[in-house]
């Protein structure tokens, strides 16, 4: 993780040296004109909301009812609108997994969030039995989020032994069943704050097993910013190398 974050410090350091290229000002827009009665934006070749952003949070809340009623719309979208792709996979508590997967009739994942999300605060043992049931109830893909309790105290090693840890238990239940499950880690940058940090966790990450690394769970005061993504991209591209 060191040679790789001293990598992307060299590269964000060369970055910032370069000088931008002076441009002219912009021309000032065309002023838009009002909307006449008859050229009202059309959204008919759009689809509908059936599956509204409230509809696929998953929330405390959450029953085996309000959890199949969400997949059955995604299993009646394309009745409506069979142009258009299916949602990549419906996301639930671990708990729901089963429930999805008896309720799904169409091609989409099942994503879990698991592990004590958001917070990831337990001990490491609940967390790998909460992953081992959900990969055994039928989850295509486990979402966990990094233990910052540890990483943000220093200990690295701690943080990442427990993403190798997870990434042992999903691969040992899924291979039992004949298939393979992702895993993704939520590093929730906002509680990172700054770039070096976002860079060492993204390397940790990815090190560790992770197949896809996200910013944040959405449930702190900061979440995705466009200089967390950058860095990550950054340092999924180094890694990649």
Same mark, same amino acid.
């Given at each position: 993780?060191?040679?790789?974050?001293?990598?992307?410090?060299?590269?964000?350091?060369?970055? *910032?040296?370069?000088?931008?290229?002076?441009?002219?000002? *912009?021309?000032?827009?065309?002023?838009?004109?009002?909307?006449?009665?008859d050229?009202?934006?059309?959204?008919?070749?759009?689809?509908?909301?059936?599956?509204?952003p409230?509809?696929?949070?998953?929330?405390?809340?959450?029953t085996?009812?309000s959890?199949?009623?969400?997949?059955?719309?995604?299993?009646?979208? +394309?009745?409506?609108?069979?142009?258009?792709?299916?949602? %990549?996979?419906?996301?639930?508590?671990?708990?729901?997994?089963?429930?999805?997967?008896?309720?799904?009739?169409?091609?989409?994942?099942?994503?879990?969030?698991? *592990?004590?999300f958001?917070?990831?605060?337990?001990?490491?043992?609940?967390?790998?039995?909460?992953?081992?049931?959900?990969?055994?109830?039928?989850?295509?893909?486990?979402?966990?989020?990094?233990a910052?309790?540890?990483?943000? %105290?220093?200990?690295y090693?701690?943080?990442?032994?427990?993403?190798?840890?997870?990434?042992?238990?999903?691969?040992?239940?899924?291979?039992?069943?004949?298939?393979?499950? +992702?895993?993704?880690?939520?590093?929730?940058?906002?509680?990172?704050?700054?770039?070096?940090?976002? *860079?060492?966790?993204?390397?940790? %990450?990815?090190?560790?097993?992770?197949?896809?690394?996200?910013?944040?769970?959405?449930?702190?005061?900061?979440?995705?910013?466009?200089?967390? %993504?950058?860095?990550?991209?950054?340092?999924?591209?180094?890694?990649r190398?």
């Open positions: 993780m060191g040679k790789l974050t001293s990598l992307f410090k060299s590269i964000l350091k060369s970055d *910032a040296e370069v000088e931008p290229t002076p441009t002219a000002p *912009a021309p000032a827009p065309e002023p838009t004109p009002e909307p006449k009665a050229d009202t934006p059309k959204t008919d070749d759009a689809p509908a909301a059936d599956v509204e409230k509809d696929v949070e998953p929330k405390t809340d959450d085996p009812a959890v199949a009623k969400l997949v059955q719309k995604v299993n009646a979208f +394309h009745k409506s609108y069979p142009e258009w792709p299916l949602p %990549a996979s419906v996301c639930v508590f671990s708990n729901f997994a089963a429930t999805v997967k008896e309720v799904r009739k169409e091609d989409f994942n099942i994503t879990v969030v698991s *592990a004590c958001p917070s990831s605060q337990s001990f490491l043992e609940v967390k790998l039995k909460e992953v081992e049931m959900a990969v055994e109830q039928g989850a295509d893909e486990v979402d966990i989020v990094l910052l309790n540890a990483f943000l %105290a220093g200990n090693e701690v943080a990442a032994e427990e993403i190798r840890q997870v990434r042992r238990v999903i691969d040992e239940v899924a291979g039992k069943q004949g298939r393979s499950v +992702h895993l993704k880690v939520i590093l929730e940058t906002g509680l990172l704050k700054t770039p070096e940090n976002i *860079a060492n966790a993204s390397f940790l %990450a990815m090190e560790a097993g992770a197949d896809f690394i996200k910013t944040s769970t959405g449930k702190v005061d900061v979440n995705a910013t466009p200089l967390a %993504a950058y860095v990550m991209c950054e340092c999924i591209g180094i890694y190398m």
